[in-house]
Nanobody, 117 residues
Framework: QVQLVESGGGLVQAGGSLRLSCAAS????????MGWYRQAPGKQRELVAT???????NYADSVKGRFTISRDNAKSTVYLQMNSLKPEDTAVYYC???????????WGQGTQVTVSS
């Protein structure tokens, strides 16, 4: 059973920083593509960033240059460092683990990030 537990969300002023953590069960962080997604009220869930097993990263255009995804295989944890936060970054942030064969997706419960103007 794959479990993903997010932490680190909260309330921050515009321009501030937060670091989200996603603790994963087992050693899936090193064998799955890990990602962060977010969902704002009334909007669809959207990709924020992913990191592959080979450490290739991918970012949404809206967060490029401000957010950084990283992985600590020893701790089985994925991080999302968020700098220069904007009010439009306000959302529930979800951790995701994707396995290619067979295709499977796992999600955490989400952590709220609120950026005040």
């Amino acid at each position: 059973q794959v479990q993903l537990v997010e932490s680190g969300g909260g309330l921050v002023q515009a321009g501030g920083s937060l670091r989200l953590s996603c603790a994963a069960s087992g050693r899936i962080v090193s064998v799955a593509t890990m990602g962060w997604y977010r969902q704002a009220p009334g909007k669809q869930r959207e990709l924020v960033a992913t990191i592959s097993t080979g450490s290739s990263t991918n970012y949404a255009d809206s967060v490029k240059g401000r957010f950084t995804i990283s992985r600590d295989n020893a701790k089985s944890t994925v991080y999302l460092q968020m700098n220069s936060l904007k009010p439009e970054d306000t959302a529930v942030y979800y951790c995701n683990a994707y396995f290619r064969a067979p295709p499977r997706n796992y999600w955490g419960q989400g952590t709220q990030v609120t950026v005040s103007s």
